[in-house]
């Protein structure tokens, strides 16, 4: 190539030289591999305009998405021990931290804030799945807790949006923890009557479906997420039976009373809010506790 860069007048050489230009530019749907420019997906909310397939985004995004513009206020990650258990398997778990934070630019697998849906004030907790797996530690379980506190304080909402593969094995019995610690706290919530609305999305599975994450007044699923305990092919293999079609999958989930609602993506917001003004109804609140 060295001929080449020779006649390139130097205003191209600027252009070719730019190494993440085709990555910026452009993003390929993981279900149909239709290539997406990367503004029109953006606009579109991150959903495949071929197959309408909703692609994983981050925390950051889906703050975006949710809360109005100019009322994002995030909160200060809550400060746990890194890597109690000194764990390592292929690599030290404190690298793989290391490594995770430096990808995803983020404390850990939860990212919590307030702000407003539609002018609704709200407490706003979200996993990050690209930070190992969107895994339940102890800083994800102070997180939660964290955040639920600013709900109860404020006497707000709190929304979670979870996308997990469940609790992080390499915390151990410490991660298990977080699960009955967090259920604690939405029973608090509970008995203040403050709305808990859950946000299913693809995947969300293990020990966040089995606490808190399937503990909400209300359940909203993305369409055709991933949300169960074991994954399917687990189950498969366990009970030696085939599974039926979608099986674990958001649409069956509804038709089997487990969530309340499927809803596209850029349908989201407006739900949501209906559903808070219908939750934040004194009338209806005090007809249902005589």
Not at 161 to 184: F, K, N, V, Y
Not at 215 to 240: C, S, Y
């Amino acid at each position: 190539m060295n001929w080449f860069k020779k006649i390139v007048p130097p205003g191209l050489k600027k252009i070719f030289s730019k190494r993440s230009s085709t990555k910026e530019l452009w993003l390929k749907c993981n279900n149909c591999e239709s290539m997406l420019f990367h503004q029109d997906a953006k606009e579109n909310l991150y959903v495949c305009n071929e197959c309408d397939n909703h692609m994983r985004i981050s925390a950051k995004e889906r703050f975006n998405q949710l809360l109005d513009q100019g009322s994002i206020k995030y909160i200060e990650d809550p400060i746990v021990p890194i890597d109690p258990l000194k764990f390592r398997d292929e690599k030290k778990y404190i690298d793989r931290l290391k490594d995770s934070k430096k990808k995803t630019k983020i404390a850990d697998s939860v990212v919590i804030g307030y702000g407003s849906i539609n002018k609704i004030n709200v407490t706003l907790a979200v996993h990050d799945f690209q930070f190992m797996g969107g895994s339940l530690g102890m800083a994800a379980g102070e997180s939660i807790i964290k955040a639920i506190k600013h709900s109860l304080d404020n006497h707000c909402p709190f929304i979670l949006c979870a996308s997990s593969g469940g609790a992080r094995m390499q915390e151990g019995i410490l991660s298990l923890m977080q699960m009955p610690r967090t259920t604690i706290m939405i029973q608090v919530l509970r008995e203040r009557k403050i709305p808990y609305i859950v946000l299913l999305t693809n995947p969300t599975t293990g020990g966040v479906t089995a606490s808190y994450a399937m503990l909400g007044d209300i359940h909203i699923a993305e369409p055709n997420a991933l949300i169960g305990f074991a994954g399917p092919r687990v189950i498969q293999d366990t009970i030696k039976e085939n599974l039926p079609d979608g099986f674990q999958k958001s649409e069956y989930l509804l038709d089997h009373g487990m969530i309340d609602m499927v809803s596209h993506r850029k349908d989201l917001k407006n739900n949501i809010t209906t559903i808070l003004e219908i939750l934040m109804n004194s009338d209806i609140q005090k007809s249902a506790s005589i």
